[in-house]
């Protein structure tokens, strides 16, 4: 008998406990490198292709929607709300579609999608496009506009995805966006913080109007300054009529202000135009603005 036998017979008999072998200890947890977690990488843009002119009956339900290209805090959600009021016109709240992702559950899913020369980016579009009709075909009007203000990260993708989409772009004066984003919650960002960040907003949306031929540009303070005549000129853009009901667009459905989904403050849910901020002074601009100020001549 071994050693630890025998000692177990003799502990047994006395005390009638047994020595036992300790299993090994388990390794510590290895610290993962920085920069990985749990928070997963930004997938990459999947393959898809443009569906030419004649494929549009096809693959696309929409036909020409509009696209509000604007950065955060310019001013969307009245816009938006304005041209909701319009008989012909349906704005939701923001729908962020591009956040709406497609997979396969199996390689013979793919290859059978591949086969019908679908591939991933393919069924994204024909996603987007299919919860965006649906909405339109609910509201019972004719022309969709959608406003997420990222949409103008992926301006490019919605052009190839609707090769007939319109463009609007909503600009304001740079520092204005910037103090509005910090004073929307000044306990999570300075208004550095809110400016750095605010900046690739206008930046993407600077770079989408410059890459589209035949949009149509609105600032927010002329909206506010005069609602009437941007409106007319707008709808002008969109082809339809001008209707006076759509500077009081409270009347016609103050149900559509979503908390996280757009402006759901007390001025926005007034139902009227309000004046905007006086403008900032020269000497008011940091430096991180003064050129986006340039490039959308609000300095002299």
């Keep these: ?64 929607p509009v696209f509000i290209m604007s950065p955060v805090r310019s001013g969307s959600t009245l816009l938006r709300m304005l041209l909701n009021a319009h008989s012909q016109l349906y704005s939701p709240h923001e729908l962020h579609i591009r956040r709406l992702e497609v997979d396969f559950g199996s390689r013979l899913s793919q290859r059978a999608m591949s086969a019908l020369d679908l591939e991933r980016g393919d069924l994204e579009h024909l996603l987007w496009d299919r919860v965006m009709h649906r909405e339109l075909v609910r509201s019972g009007k004719d022309v969709i506009v959608e406003k997420t203000p990222s949409n103008a990260f992926v301006h490019r993708r919605i052009r190839d995805c609707w090769p007939d989409a319109r463009f609007v772009f909503l600009l304001r004066h740079p520092v204005s966006i910037a103090r509005s984003w910090h004073e929307g919650d ?100 940091p430096e991180l603005l003064r050129p986006m100020c340039a490039a959308w001549g609000y300095t002299s």
């Design 1 to 64: 008998m071994s050693l630890m036998g025998n000692l177990n017979r003799a502990l047994s008999a006395t005390t009638g406990l047994q020595v036992r072998r300790a299993a090994p200890a388990a390794a510590p947890p290895q610290p993962q490198p920085k920069g990985t977690g749990a928070k997963p990488g930004k997938r990459p843009t999947p393959v898809y292709r443009c569906p030419a002119p004649g494929d549009l009956a096809t693959d696309r339900l929409l036909r020409r």
């Design 186 to 285: 000044p306990g999570k960002r300075t208004f550095d913080e809110a400016a750095a960040d605010a900046l690739r907003y206008m930046k993407a949306v600077d770079n989408a109007r410059g890459a589209t031929t035949g949009g149509h540009t609105v600032r927010y303070e002329d909206l506010t300054a005069d609602a009437e005549k941007e409106l007319r000129a707008l709808c002008a853009f969109l082809d339809v009529r001008f209707e006076p009901s759509m500077l009081d667009y409270g009347r016609r459905d103050d149900s559509q202000v979503v908390k996280g989904l757009g402006d759901w403050r007390d001025k926005i849910r007034t139902g009227r135009v309000q004046s905007g901020r006086a403008l900032p002074a020269e000497d008011e601009i």
